[in-house]
């Protein structure tokens, strides 16, 4: 069986397991005030291009937007997403347990438009006695998409200048941001991620680690009284030195860039094969996240080689799917799988 | 310089991270629903002497309790305590971040008491038009305490009789289970344990894991929907077969059992040099926490050999002190700290 | 000026007032424990032909939305609403505010159609290790509407249909009821509501009292400890009969059923009005609420005789606009809007 | 039957319904932008000295509690509080319901000590590192307490200091603030509150009002968007312009001031009595709640004549019990009781 359903089902690169193991009989102090999650901190910071900025490891994606979210919101604030947001469709209500509402708007491939965010936040303002609406506080996209889209700079930009001109900070859910950042198409660097979003997060858990979110500001002042906000989130780790490692060895030597690639590289053969077959895209993803349209009984029979998730209820007579990439996949399970088609 | 601060300085045991590089590379499922989970939830559940029964694994102590309190509690209940207690004292107010009261009592060397417990609960019910107050609808304990101290098999039947009087789960929080159930004077087993409470969880970050916690519960319609009330609370682990690899190789050939013995042999040739040298308990522990008075210029001397914890504001002249082993204290470590006493 | 902006402008009906006049001086139990809201309890479970069944009395709408679908509600639910409800619009993100997501469809003038619920929910359940969204648990519809539609007996049976298929209790906002039931093509009486509904409020604020509504079941199991709820929402008013004066006035000789049938006269003979002089319907409204489309112009030269509400941002040259009666609305100030278009 | 069981058994002061009555029929806006509660913040916040302030009309005690607390705590504060506090005993849990850990201190008489308020906060500072236990972040007071008794103007002063030592806001419920204020051994006037408080409620649901408190604020800085966040709380009150109306008659001609005098004059004959006829006090009150200890049999005979509260479970021999007086309380009633004992 050749495994394509998600990015979470094998252990971490070999190179952030041999780290794990090698300081694994270490003594440090616990909860994230050791020297393995300050090197992770510096090393993520220069990465992004931050003198000044701050860094939070945290366990999961769920649990990143929660805590994130819950700080930046005040009481009765939300947040805009799009319809297909994984805070809105895939997190069993975690922002709305906080007591947010997520404020949704159609999406476009996945994404937000600038000029729909500015619509509903100029709409809400218009009347100044409007106290009985929620106001809409913060704006959170993912980079990339549900979808394996991505925003281009000049779509980000749009969208910060609207977050700037109603004071919003912008949050950017990053879950699979090596796959984004190392997408042919993308004209986006780190640096650019963190100088256009107030808050955002670096995948570790989709990215080659065992587990792990980086959460990264350039704006330490949005964020006061953080740590303790994650404990209560109940997401803090004892042995916090666990993140610091794991992310300390994605950002050496540029690891954090070359699973990236490898992924995004398995998935372009991948497609490519798809299309040379005949083939019709779901969606055209330049990310780890490939999505086809597929017959039924092609698909039944795929199973006996490959896993794979259908994307959506089966349709009548074909069905859209999702095949996934990471840092395990070979090309040799590329071949393998386009040969079975 | 030898490390007593607490149970979480270090990595994992070397057999628990040996699975873990082991399966490292191989592909499963995600969300806990992989062949590993599952031999860890029969491993756990046969060590428990439960034939009927369900296992959860979560990642960290302050989540567990936060969810299975939620859990557990209705709207408008609250759960008892000891005002020592774990969650009223060190979760950051997790539990009320949910919306539960924590109903305190007084503690008696950690502990509560069967009788403290029931006076409480019948002044609540003795008015029937008491709406306005806040209903004590479960009782969470912990074994150990936070003083190291342990329950015995009759007071913990006591307290179950109270609970079983008006309908109240009895939850055990077992962060550091394997070292009360080491105890010399320990007469209770794990059995009891998951046979007298109604939900425990079985420790795994302070006793060998990496991280990890085992939520068990012999009645599992206590806890319905509970993989997406986990979801919500951001406690999910994406690639789940990381505590079934740890709990499985933690309950393999007594691993769990063998960690314990140690550290408590460990703490009870500590705590013996420490009284051979003339310093006073400040509670008499038969657990891997041990808490002596000492005078401040000891204080002072000592923490040039070993780091170890002040339990609470220094006193004019001596102040309690917290020294705590684990899997990874040596005869070694404890020999050098007496010597330097 | 003649007042047509909404049906709290004014306070409540002669025959309530009268009423609190009547008692202020007599002495009688708190919190809803006294012989008024007793009587209020027995005239609206007869006047709903349920034998069995409770009634609590709240102070608002927002309130009684709140409380009701908290309970309603498990920590993990949703409720499913109109994206146009008042719970998901007007009530400042109080239902999120206590944890719970709404999961909103599309409206069709206001209502939601129980082809929509079903597809929704069949779809939810599809998948059965759906463990991650939210579970629809619950339906929230209101009648008449937000836009004054109401519900035909045949919709509303179709929607209980749904309910009863997936196990999830029907709630019905019923802030307007008395115009809901008083419009012409009504065919559902107080009876079919309580009986088509597992719970559902009776609106006094907006239909003849000072303030207050009643919620009542005809299942109080899905209630359990509702008073001890409502204080924890503050939702318990200490002088608690005072809605229990007002609903028993309200329920004694058809007085909410006659504020009824006036404010629709009056809405009938508003909207009789604006269309023989030409105006536009922007929805057709059998209830106490009229919209039309009205020139830009016309609105300003309007604005001098009555008020009333813009129903959305000003149009670029005519805009929808809103007309509201209620009990204190004479045929006069009917007249003298209709002479002033 | 003579009724000192609560100050909530009776309506309102006919000054005060007879302004209701003579306003019902006219219209306002709602929603508290109506003239009559702009008249009420103005009369108040001339009674208070305020030049600058706010003033923010809710229904009931618990709810401005909570919504209050709820806007000056950040998400991971607490509020200190004494054990014997409303918000801590009689609310159903209410400030936990809404995410906030209530830090309870022991009461002296039902008050806070400035001395133990200062050695919490001071304990907590004490370790920088402290990022797991609930910060305390402002501290709630009664005036006068649920004991009945009043702080000195030095108490209080003693409290500020404490407060601005540690930037905490000071928040007074005055749920009786009328009997506070007129207590003979008063050195606080109703200016000295809203000075020494950040923010405090003036009682009206137990001070004369059928129902409606006013919380005041000298720093409206500290209430951001307090308008929406009522809202959220389902707090807000449609027909606004009631509480407005009540309000502003309390604050006419001294009438809020000459209600608690009436009433504390009441209890002060009643408390001679029960000393004259050889009584013990269970605590000396000098406001409109008077406590005493009855013989078992004499409580039983004394029910025939008046209604009172039991203060707690039942003694063997003899039970402490409450009589409270309001502004319907007459001479004759409190004759005919002392008469009967």
Redesign the interface.
């Known amino acids: 069986?050749i495994?394509f359903?998600?990015d979470?089902?094998?252990?971490?690169h070999?190179k952030v397991?041999e780290r794990?193991?090698e300081?694994?009989?270490?003594?440090?102090?616990?909860?994230g005030?050791d020297e393995f999650t300050d090197e992770a901190r510096s090393r993520i910071l220069q990465a992004c291009g931050l003198e000044r900025g701050d860094v939070f490891l945290l366990?999961?994606?769920?649990?990143a937007?929660?805590?994130v979210i819950?700080?930046l919101l005040?009481?009765?604030d939300?947040v805009i997403a799009a319809d297909t947001a994984h805070i809105n469709?895939?997190?069993?209500?975690?922002i709305?347990?906080?007591?947010?509402?997520?404020l949704t708007l159609p999406n476009c491939e996945g994404k937000l438009r600038a000029d729909d965010i500015r619509r509903y936040v100029a709409?809400f303002y218009?009347d100044e006695?409007n106290?009985?609406?929620?106001?809409p506080a913060m704006v959170y996209i993912s980079y990339p998409t549900e979808l394996g889209t991505i925003y281009s700079k000049g779509e980000l930009a749009a969208i910060r200048g609207v977050c700037d001109e109603y004071d919003m900070p912008l949050y950017i859910d990053g879950a699979r941001l090596a796959y984004g950042l190392a997408a042919e198409t993308a004209d986006v660097t780190l640096g650019d991620i963190a100088e256009l979003s107030d808050v955002f997060y670096i995948g570790g858990?989709?990215c080659g680690a065992?587990?792990g979110e980086a959460v990264v500001t350039r704006r330490p002042e949005l964020l006061?009284?953080f740590?303790?906000?994650i404990?209560?989130?109940?997401?803090?780790?004892?042995?916090g030195r666990?993140l610091g490692v794991q992310f300390s060895a994605l950002f050496t030597d540029g690891l954090y860039e070359s699973i990236g690639r490898h992924a995004v590289e398995m998935a372009m053969r991948l497609k490519a094969g798809f299309v040379e077959k005949g083939y019709e895209l779901y969606i055209d993803s330049p990310t780890n996240q490939q999505f086809f349209i597929l017959p039924n009984d092609k698909i039944d029979e795929l199973k006996a080689t490959a896993s794979f998730e259908l994307w959506g209820?089966l349709g009548e007579r074909e069905t859209p799917v999702r095949f996934v990439t990471d840092w395990?996949t070979t090309l040799a399970d590329v071949e393998a799988l386009i040969a079975a088609l």
Chains 1, 2, 3, 4 share one sequence.
Request: charged share 20%.
């Open positions: 069986m495994y359903d998600s979470y089902m094998v252990g971490a070999p397991m794990l193991v300081t694994n009989g270490l003594h440090t102090v616990g909860y005030r366990e999961g994606g769920t649990q937007n929660a805590v819950d700080r005040d009481h009765n939300g469709v895939h997190e069993a209500g975690a709305e347990s906080n007591g947010h509402k997520i709409d218009r006695t106290h009985y609406m929620v106001r858990t989709k065992l587990f006061p009284r740590v303790s906000l404990k209560l989130h109940g997401a803090t780790l004892a042995k666990l209820p395990a």
